[in-house]
Structures are given as structure tokens and as C-alpha cells.
């Protein structure tokens, strides 16, 4: 540790020290340093970089990554346009509250402010999407910057962390390494985190559960990361309080449960939204109330006090004022309540009885239909069910449209097994997150369930799974349109079908999988997919031609309140 190093190698070996065992990303110029170092702990084996096609797929890789592990996900790009091309990567990373670390190169100091060549301010560009970022100017500082980042990557509301690295800092000789823990890190400069719960605000909690008939918890991703949704479910048993999720949320119970409303929101479950429209008690958690949740914001939960339980102070209040609010982790949280509750008496509720009752004759009366279509062409959402039930212990990952909105609906999946670009919407996200959490889960089944149009931006990832034998589940959803546009279109733009049309100039899917060594085939019945799900198969890449007209619903129209929903049967 007392030997000079370069700061390269500081920079790997602390990647190394703080458990990284993946890197994602793609060379250049300014980074070269990094790379060259990194070209010897790999011959070591002490760590393993995984070659995108393209920064973006980094960036998406390494969040998806993050997001099924307890690990912080790292890319690395080079400056110019490799920096630029992680923006909508680190921005999705940081709508979801995913932790990253994502490392640049930059053009050496003395050329700084000259526009040299593939010089760009990234620092400057990424300030609003990010949590926190460093330009390292001084190599000594790098040892500290590193571990500091870890840190704020992963406590509190997690999130993405820049660093910014000149090319001459890689090399640059450091006059004293040793690796900065972060356990140290805290003593020193006194870090926290938010956890202000106490014995007055769980009586008040107990308080507001108590004198309420209709409550019903609603539950963000926050209540995963904090894998809180074990303590959240003991709770829901133990009140009777029925459950509805985000999409960032899905997978935190069960859907088949009776306590289970599926989710809320613009594409959410009838019954979710009657609910939420109804109840006296919204205990939020980990959530914040977005629009495609609350619908027309004055009419959601109207009637409702709101509880609501944040890692992060600037949820609260936001978008909704809660009657109560706890700052903190929600795990932390629910375990105090429960104690709690264990302390204090040994009570009965029932009094949600016929809350829940009200909520299954919704559940029978509205509830997600599949349509079975045998002998003609294949509907969407039976496509996708067959799907969810064929690979039930699966990690399913979906990219933007239509078929993610279906999957949420009808995919009953394993906790922490849903990844889906849920605050950003981004297109392309499926492929290159696929292989992220292939890459962290080699013995799990991993399914990317993708659009027509979502596929092609990121198609070119194929040759990164060809490269690594990367044995992922690749289910196009082809309907010819940019499905989700085309049906907004026609629900609220008169029919004005404006640039939606994908099949002039489409590829053929499988010949494209062909061409990367990766087999594929297209499928136009549902027999024919049922079929080759019993067989042995080698196929990787499915391209399901299915019904181009089709439509999802449930579907709150923007501006209406969560009750008024499009696409409902009267009854």
C-alpha cells in the first residue's frame, strides 16, 4: 500500500475492493489508461468487462444489473460522444433510483476549455440526472472520491454517481494509496441517513390504522429496495389491508393473493383504481405519486388521509400533502412498527371485512381477461400470459409500449424478478438490461419481452450476446406499429396515425438474430408458440406476429380521475 500507483490502477482496484466483479462498457480515446490497466486484473481474473455495442446499453446493463443484485451496477465510456451517449442510460438510472457508477474519461487537464478533440462537458451535461459527480482534478483525491461515491450510490435514495476522469490522471503516479473504507468514511465526515422514526410517530400510525375501514397500502419501488416488502406484507395479513402496486413496485406480492389489487394507474387493474378511489387510509411507501398513478391529481384518494413513508425528503410533499409523514428506511420502519405492535396488545382487526368484500365483487367483475384465440392470428396479451406462465420463476425484463403495460398486467412474477424502465420510459432499455442480469444470474432464466419498435434501438446488442453465449429469452411482441402511439392516436388524436407505421422499412427479425450466429423464429399462432415451448430448443430470438389493432385496457385518460377508465364493460 505504500508503493506509488498510477490512477488507473487506484481506480480498479478500488472498483475491486468495494465488490464490483462487472464492468460495462465500450473504449476510447481518453479512457484508454483505464483500459490498458484494466487489460491485467482481467488476465487475473479479478474482475470481468463486458463489451456493449453501444454506450446507451452500458449504461442499461449496469442499472439492470444493480437493480437485481444488491451491488451497484459500473459503466465506463470515453469522453465526447462516448460520455453523451450514457445520458439516457444515467437519467434512467436516476428516475428509477438505481445506483450506478459511471466512469469517463475526459481529455487531459491542460486541454480542459480548449474544445479539444472529444472534449465535452459532461460533468455539466449529466448535474440534473445525477445524485452527485466529480471531475477529479488532483490524483491523490481519487482513493476518497471513490469510496465517497460507493457510498452515496447505495444510502439514502439511491441513485447514479459521475465520475469524471482526464486521461493523464489514469496515468499519473499517486504519492500515497491506500483504499478508503467506507465504514471509515462515516466516522470521519459524520454521513447519515435519514431515520426518524420513534415511538410518537408509530402511535399515530397505529392511531390512523385503527379508526380506518377502507385503508389500502400503496407501494412504490422504494419498498423493494429497501427490501421491506417482506414487513409490508406481514402487516397486510396481519390488518387485512389490501395491496396495490407501481410499476416500479410489481413484484412485491403475489397477485393472486386475495390482499392483492395488482397495479394502479393508466394501465392498472379496475379494482386497483376503484380502490384507491375509495379508500379512507393510503399508506404510501416508497412512493411518489406520479402521474400516471394519480390520474387527475385533485380527484385521486380524495377522501383519503394519506400516510406517507420516504427515504427521501423531497417526495414529501411533492406532488400530495400527507396527513403523516416518516422520513426514513422503510424496512427499518415497518420492523419498529411491528415490535411495536407485538408490545402493545395482542388485537384483532376485522373491521376491513366488508372493505374487502366490496373489492372482490370489483375483482369478479372487472378483471384482467385474456381472450383465448386458438386457429387465428395471435393476440398480445395471450401471448404474453402464455409466456408468464411458462417461465413463472423467471426474470422478466420488458421495453416501452403496449407489451410492457400487458406484461405488468398479466405477469404474476418472483420478487426483485420484474425490471422495467417504469419513470423514463425508455425505448431500447430490454435488450441490454437483459444481459446485465444475465451476466449477474448465468443459471437464471431471463426473458426480454420487447416491441417492434423498442427492438430496433437496440438490436445491435445481439452481437454482445453472441459474444458471451448469453442464453436470453428474446420475445418480440410484432404488431407493425409503435403500438402504444398508435393507440393513443386513435383514442385521442382522431385517427391522425402520424409516423406510427413500422412495417415500411422493418427488418427481418430473424434473419437479423441469424446474422450474430443466434437462432430465431417467427411465430404467427399460439399453438405454434405453445408447441415450441415443450420442444428442446436452441432458439434465443421469437418474433410473434401478432394482431396490429389491438389495444390495452384498462386505460385512464390523461386528465380523468383513476375511476373513469376506458375500455370497461358497463355493469
Not at 499 to 519: D, I, Q, R, T
Request: charged residues 20%.
Amino acid at each position: 500500500n505504500n508503493c506509488k500507483r498510477i490512477g488507473a490502477y487506484v481506480l480498479i482496484d478500488n472498483l475491486i475492493q468495494n465488490g464490483v466483479e462487472h464492468i460495462f462498457g465500450y473504449p476510447g480515446g481518453a479512457i484508454l489508461p483505464i483500459y490498458d490497466e484494466l487489460y491485467f486484473w482481467e488476465k487475473k481474473n479479478l474482475i470481468k468487462h463486458i463489451l456493449v455495442r453501444h454506450e446507451q446499453s452500458a449504461a442499461h446493463a449496469a442499472d439492470a444489473y444493480a437493480r437485481s443484485t444488491k451491488k451497484v451496477g459500473v459503466c465506463f465510456a470515453t469522453s465526447g460522444p462516448g460520455a453523451t451517449n450514457l445520458v439516457t442510460g444515467i437519467a434512467n438510472a436516476r428516475m428509477d433510483s438505481v445506483p450506478l457508477i459511471i466512469i469517463t474519461g475526459q481529455v487531459t487537464r491542460s486541454f480542459i476549455g480548449t474544445d479539444a478533440f472529444q472534449e465535452i462537458d459532461i460533468f455539466g451535461i449529466t448535474m440534473p440526472i445525477v445524485k452527485h459527480s466529480y471531475t477529479i482534478r488532483d490524483v491523490n483525491s481519487l482513493p476518497q472520491i471513490l469510496s465517497e461515491a460507493f457510498y452515496l450510490a447505495q444510502n439514502g435514495r439511491p441513485g447514479p454517481i459521475l465520475i469524471d476522469i482526464p486521461k493523464d490522471i489514469g496515468l499519473e503516479e499517486i504519492n500515497y494509496y491506500e483504499y478508503k473504507k467506507v465504514k471509515d468514511l462515516y466516522k470521519q465526515n459524520n454521513y447519515r441517513t435519514e431515520h426518524l422514526s420513534n415511538f410518537s410517530l408509530l402511535n399515530k400510525v397505529l392511531k390512523f390504522i385503527k379508526q380506518s375501514y377502507q385503508p389500502l397500502f400503496y407501494l412504490g419501488g422504494g419498498t423493494l429496495k429497501s427490501n421491506g416488502f417482506k414487513t409490508v406484507l406481514f402487516l397486510s395479513k396481519f390488518f387485512q389491508i389490501p395491496i396495490t402496486t407501481t410499476l416500479m413496485g410489481k413484484s412485491i406480492t403475489n397477485e393472486n393473493d386475495h390482499l392483492s389489487l395488482g397495479m394502479l394507474g393508466m394501465h392498472g387493474t379496475a379494482y386497483a383504481n376503484f380502490a384507491v378511489s375509495e379508500c379512507d387510509l393510503l399508506l404510501a411507501l416508497g412512493a411518489r405519486f406520479d402521474d400516471r398513478v394519480t390520474g387527475k391529481l385533485d380527484e385521486f384518494a380524495c377522501d383519503a388521509d394519506v400516510l406517507h413513508i420516504d427515504i427521501d425528503p423531497a417526495e414529501i410533499s411533492k406532488n400530495r400533502f400527507p396527513q403523516l409523514s416518516i422520513i426514513g428506511d422503510i424496512e427499518k420502519i415497518n420492523t419498529e412498527l411491528i415490535k411495536h405492535l407485538r408490545i402493545i396488545s395482542k388485537c384483532e382487526y376485522n373491521q376491513t371485512k366488508n372493505w374487502l368484500k366490496r373489492i372482490y365483487k370489483w375483482k369478479s367483475l372487472y378483471p384482467i381477461k385474456v381472450l383465448i384465440r386458438k386457429n387465428v392470428q395471435v393476440s398480445a396479451p395471450e401471448a404474453i400470459s402464455l409466456i408468464g406462465t411458462t417461465f413463472f420463476n423467471a426474470f422478466f425484463v420488458t421495453d416501452v409500449g403496449q407489451h410492457q403495460m400487458w406484461a405488468a398486467q398479466l405477469i404474476n412474477c418472483q420478487p426483485k424478478k420484474w425490471i422495467s424502465s417504469s419513470g423514463l420510459g425508455t425505448m431500447g432499455f430490454g435488450l441490454p438490461a437483459s444481459i446485465g442480469i444475465k451476466i449477474a444470474h448465468p443459471t437464471s432464466d431471463v426473458i426480454c419481452i420487447s416491441g417492434d419498435s423498442s427492438f430496433q434501438m437496440s438490436l445491435q446488442e445481439l452481437g454482445t450476446i453472441a459474444q458471451y453465449d448469453l442464453d436470453i429469452k428474446i420475445f418480440i411482441i410484432n404488431n407493425g406499429w409503435q403500438g402504444m402511439v398508435r393507440q393513443w392516436q386513435e383514442s385521442f388524436y382522431g385517427n391522425r396515425f402520424s409516423n406510427s407505421y413500422m412495417k415500411n422499412g422493418m427488418p427481418n427479425f430473424v434473419a437479423v438474430a441469424n446474422a450474430y450466429n443466434l437462432k430465431g423464429k417467427t411465430i404467427i399462432s399460439l399453438d405454434e408458440l405453445e408447441k415450441t415451448f415443450k420442444e428442446e430448443t436452441k432458439f434465443l430470438l421469437f418474433n410473434i406476429i401478432v394482431l396490429e389493432q389491438e389495444n390495452c385496457y384498462p386505460m385512464v385518460a390523461p386528465g380523468r380521475s383513476n375511476s373513469q377508465m376506458l375500455g370497461l364493460e358497463k355493469k
